[in-house]
């Protein structure tokens, strides 16, 4: 290692471990300091510059040198909490209840491990990956999907009686799980630099015949569950209700911080999510019905 | 900086001790307490005004260097560390200390009702001691929230200041005025003994006999002598030796008559009341603080944090809880339009805060 990158390296360390940055996963993390490097490039340019840092260099090697660090940063962090899900979160023994699928447990880990190497790849898809890792992690679907069957009302319904699900309370969390995993693949097939809030059906059935390709051995059903959540309910209102939640739970996580105390005054995190998701869920594209739902559940149990 | 912590500490710990001094010194006084030690509060009650005076001097001399007198004295409370130093060590504890060092007791006819009003309206004057209770007061951080440090620390000042410096107002001028009350009668009945005294004298009317019969009747008469000679002693010289000391009794001499009254009664009406007003004070202070400060922060200071921080940090997205009792207030009207309309714009457009800032890593470019 050279002395810059042994200087990028501490200094990417500090900026990792500041506390402001605390309860945030490891791709949120890359992502705000790669945004707040490029965002104050004025400020930091004249002081990267200088003999204590990198006197030697051009800001944008300075720039593109700090990046790369705090990605190796992200990725070494990634590793262990990928391993870790997939072996503590998520069971794929659902897929033989709604597939015929032969591939056993391991096979289906081993597919996903694979996956998701590929989607952290391309920035896009890094960058949605982010928010259904949180949701498994924190246990978000898990909480949710047992209130959601053991209230029996409008959820409920759409999974049992519209989805015809008929499968344990857990088998129906871990669908939702890598329907979100399965989600970036729509940003993993985007061009460059897109930013996708939601896709028509044409374009679903696009990424759909380049997923079967990139995921030779994941049944139809999951990729379509992954790529359809992508689509607006208010303009696709048939899309299937584990899309639907897999939407939801994805955004809600994308911006959340755990393990920060609660204010005096301040509505928990959750309901607040809810509430706000239900001022705008035209604009992302969610089940406004399913939006209420949920915030009666975060407000009962205090999420 | 070391030394300012220190200082401060040091302050803290001389307002707390003679917080305690002045209960204890006005609880002994209610209670039969031997003068040796209730002399020591002499000492100590000058050292701490000296000490507070001196605070007041030097914080006062900083603040008129830097240009900042003006807001030292009006802002920053600097009135009530004046009002809470100089007054008390000239009006109180300096004529006490002169009093006691010198043994003086208040003699001579003419002197008697003028000084015991001195001595009253200087035992009013410890009133002020009092107001040390601010001071304590505004040290101790009590609330996370600046602002509702300072509203609470201003409303709990207006009050007891009010609250103490009234009763220092009107009990001196209560003094100057005939007001016929448990201390006037006290006084009344000593004066009129002298009187009897002053104007029998001399004749038949006064035998020694007819003297000790009225000084059994009088119970704040405490000795009587005649020519250098013990007439009447209510206690014994030992017990009067173990619980006076100058500020309890005064003495009436008259040719050969030398009378001693005891007026330690005022002093102990008097600690009552400064009992009384002490307790009250801080009944009042405590009441704010479990009272009102929570209500200021639920209905003010909280609702402002939330949505500043909700500005400030791209993660953040708690709502503010509207308080149904208090919707119409206009902070909560300010919050209704941040859930409704903030929050969903910043979730709509999350890409412009951060949770980390250019202040956050100041340590680390210094470095």
Redo the contacts between chains.
């Keep these: 290692m050279s002395i810059s990158e042994n200087k990028a390296a501490e200094f990417a360390e500090r900026l990792w471990n500041n506390p402001s940055l605390q309860g945030l996963s490891p791709l949120q993390k890359e992502e705000q300091l790669h945004t707040f490097i490029q965002t104050n490039a004025a400020v930091l340019k004249p002081t990267m510059a200088s003999k204590e840092f990198f006197p030697d260099l051009p800001w944008q090697e300075v720039q593109h040198l700090l990046m790369n660090v705090i990605t190796s940063m992200a990725n070494q962090d990634m590793h262990t909490l990928q391993e870790t899900l997939l072996d503590r979160f998520i069971s794929f023994d659902f897929i033989y209840s709604i597939t015929d699928s032969s591939l056993s447990n391991a096979e289906f880990k081993k597919i996903i491990s694979e996956y998701l190497k590929t989607i952290l790849e391309k920035p896009e898809s890094r960058r949605e990956i982010s928010g259904p890792l949180i949701a498994i992690s924190v246990g978000v679907v898990d909480r949710y999907v047992s209130q959601i069957i053991s209230r029996q009302q409008y959820v409920s319904i759409v999974l049992t009686k519209v989805q015809h699900l008929r499968i344990a309370v857990k088998q129906i969390a871990d669908f939702i799980k890598v329907t979100m995993l399965l989600r970036p693949l729509v940003h993993y097939f985007s061009p460059n630099n897109s930013r996708i809030q939601y896709i028509t059906s044409a374009y679903a059935d696009k990424v759909l015949q380049e997923s079967r390709q990139l995921l030779k051995f994941m049944p139809d059903i999951l990729l379509e569950s992954g790529i359809n959540s992508l689509l607006s309910f208010q303009e696709y209102p048939h899309i299937d209700g584990i899309s639907r939640l897999a939407s939801i739970f994805s955004q809600r996580c994308r911006h959340l911080k755990t393990g920060i105390q609660l204010d005096k005054g301040a509505e928990t995190s959750d309901k607040s999510w809810f509430s706000v998701a239900r001022k705008n869920y035209r604009y992302f594209g969610f089940d406004l019905d399913m939006l209420y739902e949920l915030q009666n559940i975060a407000s009962d149990n205090g999420w | 900086m070391k030394i300012t912590r220190i200082a401060e500490g040091f302050i803290t710990a001389a307002i707390i001790l003679v917080l305690l001094q002045t209960l204890a010194e006005d609880i002994l006084l209610i209670t039969p307490t031997p003068w040796s030690i209730r002399q020591i509060f002499i000492f100590t009650g000058f050292g701490f005004d000296l000490l507070f005076t001196l605070e007041f001097l030097i914080r006062g001399w900083n603040a008129f260097n830097t240009g900042k007198l003006k807001k030292y004295f009006l802002y920053e409370n600097g009135w009530v560390d004046f009002v809470a130093s100089v007054p008390l060590l000239m009006l109180s504890s300096a004529p006490t200390l002169i009093n006691h060092l010198q043994g003086i007791s208040f003699a001579g006819a003419g002197a008697l009702i003028g000084m015991l009003k001195i001595v009253k309206a200087v035992r009013i004057a410890r009133v002020l001691r009092l107001l040390r209770l601010l001071r304590l007061f505004q040290r101790i951080r009590f609330a996370n929230a600046g602002m509702v440090q300072r509203h609470t620390v201003r409303i709990v000042t207006i009050i007891a200041t009010t609250f103490i410096v009234f009763n220092m107002i009107l009990g001196t001028l209560f003094t100057f005025f005939h007001v016929s009350d448990a201390k006037s009668t006290l006084q009344n009945e000593q004066m009129g003994f002298a009187k009897y005294i002053t104007l029998g004298w001399g004749t038949s009317a006064v035998s020694n006999e007819m003297l000790i019969n009225i000084a059994l009747t009088n119970l704040s008469t405490m000795r009587i002598d005649v020519d250098g000679e013990t007439l009447y002693m209510r206690n014994s010289e030992d017990y009067f030796r173990k619980y006076f000391g100058p500020g309890d009794y005064v003495v009436y001499e008259l040719d050969k008559y030398t009378i001693w009254f005891d007026v330690s009664p005022l002093a102990v009406s008097s600690a009552m009341a400064n009992l009384t007003i002490f307790l009250s004070t801080l009944a009042v202070i405590l009441m704010i603080l479990i009272a009102y400060s929570p209500h200021f922060?639920?209905t003010v200071s909280?609702?402002a944090?939330?949505m500043m921080?909700g500005m400030k940090e791209?993660?953040?997205?708690?709502?503010?809880?509207v308080s149904k009792n208090f919707a119409e207030d206009e902070i909560f009207q300010l919050a209704h339009l941040y859930?409704?309309e903030y929050?969903?714009m910043k979730?709509?457009n999350?890409?412009e805060n951060?949770?980390?800032?250019?202040n956050?890593?100041q340590d680390?470019?210094k470095?």
């Design positions: 922060a639920v909280d609702p944090i939330i921080k791209k993660s953040y997205n708690h709502e503010v809880k859930n409704e929050l969903p979730d709509r999350n890409t951060l949770d980390i800032s250019l956050d890593i680390i470019l470095s």
